[in-house]
């Protein structure tokens, strides 16, 4: 069984520039997640949906970050434009419901120059 | 907010030794307990996970619980090189959020 899959692995832009990154879940799983690592921390939650729908996005910064999970499958997150500060580790991670057990994907590394 | 707190480390440890790691929570509501390794430019993955006051094991990993002091723990037994890495305590709360403690780097040395 294929695991969380991420695209891309890595995206180097330049500050103010827009840039996705995609994440396909494990096939069943509800509940679907972005967080954001930075470098010596653990991950922080800034979205999280039950299949379509966005339940818990109180930490995503909504003037330039933005997400979708399309007929309760695949999932975009957004950035417009980019600053430096966002330069990190983007992990999708999914589940079958929000108490179980969350697997992660290898997740997508940001440089914003 | 609610908190995970981990002492940062490195903890370092000699081949074969017990490596303890500590984590303390703040929310009270808390019902699931994670243990996530994470390598060096990896992601995060599944260790142990324990839902019940006292004692899990699982080969050379014994996660332990106590909700009274609010305390999980990770042991791990007869400690390698490849468990070098660092140890993410995660905390799913009343809202269903799952909340990470910043890890605790483990060396072992050979």
């Known amino acids: 069984e294929a695991g969380v899959v991420q695209s891309p692995r890595y995206k180097i832009i330049e500050k103010k520039q827009p840039v996705a990154f995609w994440c396909n879940p494990i096939s069943g799983h ?84 | 907010q609610k908190e ?24 009270r509501g808390s019902q699931s307990f994670f243990w996530y390794r994470q390598y060096s430019g990896k992601s995060p993955e599944l260790i142990m996970f324990i839902y019940s006051n006292g004692d899990k094991e699982d080969g050379r990993f014994t996660a332990q619980l106590n909700k009274a002091s609010q305390y999980v723990s990770l042991l791990i037994r007869d400690s390698q090189p490849s468990d070098s890495a660092t140890y993410l305590c995660a905390v799913i709360g009343g809202y269903s959020t799952l909340t990470f403690g910043k890890g605790t780097m483990l060396l072992v040395s050979p």
Do not use: H, M
């Open chain 2, 4 to 27: 995970v707190e981990q002492n940062s480390g490195p903890l370092s440890v000699p081949e074969g030794a017990i490596a303890s790691l500590n984590c303390t929570y703040s929310d």
């Open chain 1, 30 to 113: 509800n509940t679907l997640y972005w967080y954001l690592q930075n470098l010596g921390q653990g991950p922080e939650l800034l979205i999280r949906y039950e299949n379509e729908e966005a339940v818990d996005d109180s930490q995503l910064p909504k003037d330039r970050f933005s997400a979708e999970r399309l007929k309760g499958v695949d999932s975009t997150l957004k950035i417009q434009p980019a600053e430096l500060g966002d330069s990190a580790v983007y992990l999708c991670a999914s589940s079958l419901d929000p108490k179980n057990i969350q697997y992660f994907g290898a997740g997508t590394r940001l440089s914003v120059l």
